[in-house]
C-alpha cells in the first residue's frame, strides 16, 4: 500500500471460512483505521431472510432471484455490530437465527443472487469511499485489486470453541456444521470460498484478536 493520503480510496478485502474471527478482526481494523465495513456475509443472510419471509423455497432459482432484485436492503453498522433492515422490518437478530442459517446456503449458490449482491457491495464501497469488506469471495471476485487481502482462517475445532463460547451449544454438533457449511461454501460452482490470489494467510488459531488485528495493521 502506498501514501498516507485520507482521501485515497482503501479497500481491505477479508475472506475466509465461518467463525474464522473475520468479523471481530474486520471490525476491529476498520475502527482503528477510521473507515467503514461491510459484513457481506449478513446480505446473504438477509436475502435469506426476505425469502422466507416471502414465502419462497430457497431452491426455486427463480422466485429466489426475483426477491433479491426486488427487496429493499438497507445494511449498516451501528454500535459495532451490523443492523439489517429488509422491506422496513428489522432482521438483524433473526439473519443471525437457526431458519436464516439452514437456507443461506442454497441462496449465497445462486448465481443471480450473487451478481445483484455484487452489484450492492461495489456500490456501498464507491458510497462509503473504500472499506473493510468481509465474505468468502471479496479478494476473488468482488474486489480483486484491494489494497489488502487477507485470507482469515483457524482450525474447525477452535471455530466451534469460539461459537460455544459466545452462543452456547456442543462443541462436536457446531465442529460439525462449520466442517458441513465449509464444504458447501468451497464446493459451489459460483464463487467458491478459495485463498484469492495475492491473498495473505493469517491463521488466527492460538491468536488473541488484538494480537492478529495488530499483525493486520502491520501489514498496511
Ligand atoms: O459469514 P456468514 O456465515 O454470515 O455467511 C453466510 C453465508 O453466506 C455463508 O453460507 C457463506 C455465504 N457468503 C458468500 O457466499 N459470499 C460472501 N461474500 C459472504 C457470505
Known amino acids: 500500500m502506498t501514501g498516507e493520503s485520507t482521501d485515497e480510496v482503501r479497500i481491505i478485502a477479508i475472506d475466509g471460512p465461518a467463525g474464522a474471527g473475520k468479523s471481530t478482526v474486520g471490525r476491529a481494523v476498520a475502527a482503528r483505521l477510521g473507515v467503514d465495513y461491510l459484513d457481506t456475509g449478513a446480505m446473504y443472510r438477509a436475502v435469506t431472510f426476505a425469502v422466507l419471509r416471502r414465502a419462497v423455497d430457497p431452491n426455486d432459482k427463480q422466485a429466489v432471484e426475483?426477491?433479491?432484485?426486488?427487496?429493499?436492503?438497507?445494511?449498516?453498522?451501528?454500535?459495532?455490530?451490523?443492523?439489517?433492515?429488509v422491506d422496513g422490518e428489522d432482521a438483524t437478530v433473526a439473519i443471525r437465527g437457526r431458519e436464516v442459517t439452514g437456507a443461506v446456503s442454497a441462496v449465497a449458490a445462486n448465481s443471480a443472487v450473487r451478481a445483484e449482491l455484487v452489484e450492492r457491495q461495489r456500490s456501498w464501497v464507491t458510497a462509503h469511499s473504500g472499506?473493510?469488506?468481509?465474505g468468502r469471495d471479496i479478494g476473488s471476485v468482488v474486489f480483486p485489486d484491494a489494497d489488502l487481502k487477507l485470507y482469515v482462517t483457524a482450525s474447525p475445532r477452535v471455530r466451534a470453541?469460539?461459537?460455544?463460547?459466545?452462543?452456547?451449544?456442543?462443541?462436536?454438533?457446531?465442529?460439525?456444521?462449520?466442517?458441513?457449511?465449509?464444504?458447501?461454501?468451497s464446493g459451489r460452482d459460483d464463487s467458491p470460498l478459495v485463498e484469492a490470489s495475492g491473498s495473505t494467510l493469517v491463521d488466527t488459531t492460538g491468536l488473541s484478536i488484538e494480537e492478529v488485528v495488530e499483525h493486520v495493521l502491520g501489514m498496511l
Open 66 to 85: 426475483d426477491v433479491a432484485m426486488t427487496m429493499d436492503l438497507d445494511i449498516g453498522d451501528v454500535d459495532g455490530a451490523t443492523r439489517v433492515v
Open 131 to 134: 472499506g473493510v469488506v468481509e
Open 161 to 185: 470453541e469460539r461459537r460455544v463460547a459466545e452462543i452456547g451449544g456442543d462443541v462436536d454438533d457446531v465442529e460439525a456444521s462449520i466442517i458441513e457449511r465449509d464444504r458447501k461454501d
